[in-house]
């Protein structure tokens, strides 16, 4: 018996979804022109269907004459033949095809999937789906640019369809975080699918946030209305009715007892290394009562606020204004409730501005751990109500963790706790020093060794592994993967955490090269935890380096607001500086790295941008100074910084590039 001898492997790979993308057995392979590639394209989606010739030479060649057409395609097939081999192209008489066994597509690999419809298949069809069909290739033919449009719509909304599908599987299965990443992607393809709006709402209510569910959806009729001058559909606005039965049938817990003994509260619900913090209600020191209203409102703000800091324990607001009037003293109160914190302040209206003041405390010391003065002019209530308990929460969270770190450092070196390892990690991680990153490193390893299921240390350390190259560490070659999967790991365990999505953002966006995915997971930590100065700087940061340099500029700004003191102030100037060279602002580039590198002179690519900026005004000389010290501390080349990417935009990149050339950084 003659046994068949097995089918050849396929000798050439195309990636059609996204960039243009052809693999032969030596490496990647270019085309001599976007209309062989496009001829390319168009039979392997179209494969393994015969295609008329004088289809094929009309779809690129529609504005030619006949015979010059024809005589086009004839070319362009020898030229494929010559590339793929004789044996890649099937001919019989006017017609032809793509040989799959020589040549296999994403494009009919990611069709497939969709249709099998299982969670991997799903799952795996979503990541195939890189973007827009060809997104790179651009050929000036009508016949071309009507088939290649409506096969970008098909797969586009065959991917929406797929991402959604995915995530109602999901949810079926208790996955409540990874169905709303599933709706976040889909929304992203196509802000106009409501059923994409639908499964991010039934997410964030399945995940416990039913009250963002409801938040949601006012923004989905506000945008419906803006671009479509439409409502949602009955199927939306039904969710959004059974969304909020649930939101009123929510259990209220009873006042706290101002007597009973709360103190080992936090401790027993929480573990006893969080720190907890006790907001207790502001004072309205006016002589109008409708203040009152406005301090109850903005300390019940601040308390949601500061929730969304995964490192704290926030005292429940019941719990807090139970105690008021009772004539306790602060520390009374903070002992009654359990808490090592305690913020308070007063409120007080002056003609038509408000003044709001607030201090926090450390109980057990009773020193003074932070203090401000917030002056706002009197407008809508509820913006200024917002406004101010963002401001408060926003740097209350960094000065908790700066005292909790002290405390830490004094400890003795044999009595750290993973929590202890971890906050002496924190230390050195934010000093952005290469010394300080190796150090960071080393113990937050340390703390994860004997805690390994802590998100904040996870993803602490995946952002030490992140920025130990920029600031010149050595790192091991799989660093960068190490990272990615620690992230992941963080979001996997806490879905709501911002800082852990916001550290998956960035090594997304930049060790993995997923930009989509990166910016998609940064804005959720924006969305997860509006206060945080972090979230909104890693998303500037992301736009900075994607091209969107307009938000860039807003997202980093509002971190610099948000927390004017942070010590990751450098970082963030940096994406300031970045983002005004892109957009040829070199003055306001000039202006931004000067205040980055003083924030911190270790700052690498502070100074590299410094220089190109620099250049940009024609300040060579000056350009030329700043890479002699940066080259003295730490020697990059034009090889290192283009490997870097910092911009992903290839114009920005080039001129940038160009700039460091200027100013003396060497091959």
Same mark, same amino acid.
């Given at each position: 018996?003659?046994? =068949?001898?097995?089918?050849?492997?396929?000798?050439? @790979?195309?990636?059609?979804?996204?960039?243009?993308?052809?693999? *032969?057995?030596?490496?990647?392979?270019?085309?001599?022109?976007?209309?062989?590639?496009?001829?390319?394209?168009?039979?392997?989606?179209?494969?393994?269907?015969?295609?008329?010739?004088?289809?094929?030479?009309?779809?690129?060649?529609?504005?030619?004459?006949?015979?010059?057409? +024809?005589?086009?395609?004839?070319?362009?097939?020898?030229?494929?033949?010559?590339?793929?081999?004789?044996?890649? &192209?099937?001919?019989?008489?006017?017609?032809?095809? &793509?040989?799959?066994?020589?040549?296999?597509?994403?494009?009919?690999?990611?069709?497939?999937?969709?249709?099998?419809?299982?969670?991997?298949?799903?799952?795996?069809?979503?990541?195939?789906?890189?973007?827009?069909?060809?997104?790179?290739?651009?050929?000036?033919?009508?016949?071309?640019?009507?088939?290649?449009?409506?096969?970008?719509?098909?797969?586009?909304?065959?991917?929406?369809?797929?991402?959604?599908?995915?995530?109602?599987?999901?949810?079926?299965?208790?996955?409540?975080?990874?169905?709303?990443?599933?709706?976040?992607?889909?929304?992203?393809?196509?802000?106009?699918?409501?059923? #994409?709006?639908?499964?991010?709402?039934?997410?964030?209510?399945?995940?416990?946030?039913? #009250?963002?569910?409801?938040?949601?959806?006012?923004?989905?009729?506000?945008?419906?209305?803006?671009?479509? *001058?439409?409502?949602?559909?009955? $199927?939306?606005?039904?969710?959004?009715?059974?969304?909020? +039965?649930?939101?009123?049938?929510?259990?209220?817990?009873?006042?706290?007892?101002?007597?009973?003994?709360?103190?080992?509260?936090?401790?027993?619900?929480?573990?006893?290394?969080?720190?907890?913090?006790?907001?207790?209600?502001?004072?309205?020191?006016?002589?109008?009562?409708?203040?009152?209203?406005?301090?109850?409102?903005?300390?019940?703000?601040?308390? @949601?606020?500061?929730?969304?800091?995964?490192?704290?324990?926030?005292?429940?607001?019941?719990?807090?204004?139970?105690?008021?009037?009772?004539?306790?003293?602060?520390?009374?109160?903070?002992?009654?409730?359990?808490?090592?914190?305690?913020?308070?302040?007063?409120?007080? +209206?002056?003609?038509?501005?408000?003044?709001?003041?607030?201090?926090?405390?450390?109980?057990?010391?009773?020193?003074?751990?932070?203090?401000?003065?917030?002056?706002?002019?009197?407008?809508?209530?509820? /913006?200024?109500?917002?406004?101010?308990?963002?401001?408060?929460?926003?740097?209350?969270?960094?000065?908790?963790?700066?005292?909790?770190?002290?405390?830490?450092?004094? +400890?003795?070196? =044999?009595?750290?706790?993973?929590?202890?390892?971890?906050?002496?990690?924190?230390?050195?991680?934010?000093?952005? =020093?290469?010394?300080?990153?190796?150090?960071?490193?080393?113990?937050?390893?340390?703390?994860?060794?004997?805690?390994?299921?802590? @998100?904040? $240390?996870?993803?602490?350390?995946?952002?030490?592994?992140?920025?130990?190259?920029?600031? *010149?560490?050595?790192?091991?070659?799989?660093?960068?993967?190490?990272?990615?999967?620690?992230?992941?790991?963080?979001?996997?365990? /806490?879905?709501?955490?911002?800082?852990?999505?916001?550290?998956?953002?960035?090594?997304?966006?930049?060790?993995?090269? /997923?930009?989509?995915?990166?910016?998609?997971?940064?804005?959720?930590?924006?969305?997860?935890?509006?206060?945080?100065?972090?979230?909104?700087?890693?998303?500037?940061?992301?736009?900075?380096?994607?091209?969107?340099?307009?938000?860039?500029?807003?997202?980093?700004?509002?971190?610099?607001?948000?927390?004017?003191?942070?010590?990751?102030?450098?970082?963030?100037?940096?994406?300031?500086?970045?983002?005004?060279?892109?957009?040829?602002?070199?003055?306001?580039?000039?202006?931004?790295?000067?205040?980055?590198?003083?924030?911190?002179?270790?700052?690498? $690519?502070?100074?590299?941008?410094?220089?190109?900026?620099?250049?940009?005004?024609?300040?060579?000389?000056?350009?030329?100074?700043? =890479?002699?010290?940066?080259?003295?501390?730490?020697?990059?080349?034009?090889?290192?910084?283009?490997?870097?990417?910092?911009?992903?935009?290839?114009?920005?990149?080039?001129?940038?590039?160009?700039?460091?050339?200027?100013?003396?950084?060497?091959?």
């Amino acid at each position: 018996m003659t046994e =068949t001898a097995p089918a050849p492997s396929p000798s050439f @790979t195309l990636a059609l979804l996204g960039r243009f993308e052809l693999i *032969g057995p030596d490496g990647a392979v270019s085309l001599p022109n976007k209309k062989l590639a496009g001829l390319l394209a168009y039979l392997a989606c179209t494969a393994p269907q015969p295609q008329h010739r004088e289809k094929l030479s009309t779809l690129l060649w529609g504005s030619h004459f006949e015979a010059q057409a +024809k005589q086009n395609l004839r070319q362009a097939l020898f030229k494929l033949r010559q590339v793929l081999g004789q044996s890649a &192209l099937r001919s019989d008489g006017e017609f032809i095809s &793509l040989n799959a066994v020589v040549i296999t597509c994403d494009v009919p690999q990611f069709e497939r999937l969709v249709r099998k419809g299982s969670r991997d298949a799903l799952t795996a069809a979503a990541d195939l789906y890189r973007g827009r069909l060809v997104d790179d290739i651009a050929v000036n033919a009508e016949g071309w640019s009507e088939w290649v449009a409506g096969e970008r719509e098909r797969l586009s909304e065959l991917a929406v369809g797929a991402m959604v599908a995915l995530g109602d599987q999901e949810l079926s299965d208790g996955r409540a975080g990874d169905a709303l990443l599933a709706g976040q992607r889909a929304n992203a393809l196509n802000s106009m699918r409501e059923d #994409a709006h639908r499964l991010i709402m039934r997410a964030l209510s399945a995940a416990g946030r039913n #009250a963002e569910a409801l938040k949601y959806y006012q923004a989905v009729v506000a945008f419906l209305k803006q671009e479509l *001058g439409t409502a949602p559909d009955a $199927t939306t606005s039904a969710l959004a009715a059974e969304l909020r +039965k649930v939101q009123e049938q929510k259990i209220v817990l009873p006042a706290a007892d101002p007597t009973a003994d709360l103190s080992h509260q936090a401790e027993h619900v929480f573990g006893n290394d969080r720190p907890s913090v006790a907001v207790l209600p502001f004072r309205n020191m006016g002589d109008e009562t409708e203040q009152d209203y406005f301090a109850d409102g903005v300390t019940a703000d601040i308390i @949601t606020a500061l929730s969304r800091f995964r490192e704290l324990v926030v005292i429940a607001a019941g719990s807090s204004f139970a105690l008021r009037d009772k004539g306790m003293t602060s520390r009374q109160i903070a002992q009654q409730l359990g808490a090592q914190y305690v913020l308070s302040g007063h409120i007080r +209206k002056a003609g038509n501005r408000i003044r709001v003041s607030a201090e926090l405390t450390h109980t057990g010391s009773e020193a003074q751990v932070w203090s401000n003065r917030y002056d706002r002019p009197l407008v809508d209530i509820f /913006d200024l109500q917002d406004d101010v308990s963002s401001s408060v929460a926003a740097v209350v969270d960094p000065a908790v963790r700066s005292a909790e770190i002290e405390r830490a450092r004094r +400890k003795p070196p =044999t009595d750290l706790s993973a929590y202890d390892l971890y906050l002496r990690g924190l230390h050195h991680l934010w000093g952005g =020093t290469r010394e300080g990153i190796v150090k960071a490193i080393d113990l937050l390893r340390r703390s994860l060794s004997l805690d390994q299921e802590r @998100t904040a $240390t996870l993803a602490a350390l995946a952002w030490g592994l992140v920025m130990a190259p920029p600031l *010149g560490a050595n790192m091991s070659a799989d660093a960068a993967s190490e990272a990615v999967g620690l992230a992941r790991r963080a979001v996997e365990q /806490d879905s709501g955490d911002a800082f852990a999505h916001a550290v998956y953002g960035f090594t997304l966006f930049g060790p993995a090269g /997923d930009n989509d995915q990166g910016r998609i997971h940064a804005s959720e930590a924006a969305r997860l935890n509006p206060s945080s100065a972090f979230a909104w700087g890693v998303l500037g940061m992301i736009d900075s380096m994607g091209g969107d340099y307009a938000n860039a500029l807003a997202c980093l700004h509002r971190s610099l607001v948000l927390s004017p003191e942070d010590s990751m102030l450098h970082m963030w100037m940096t994406g300031l500086t970045a983002s005004y060279f892109a957009l040829g602002q070199y003055e306001e580039g000039v202006a931004w790295a000067r205040k980055s590198v003083r924030h911190n002179p270790s700052n690498g $690519t502070g100074h590299r941008m410094l220089a190109a900026n620099l250049v940009g005004v024609g300040r060579l000389e000056e350009a030329r100074e700043v =890479t002699r010290v940066r080259d003295a501390a730490q020697k990059t080349t034009i090889r290192d910084l283009r490997a870097m990417r910092f911009f992903k935009q290839h114009e920005a990149l080039e001129r940038y590039l160009s700039a460091q050339q200027i100013a003396g950084v060497a091959d």
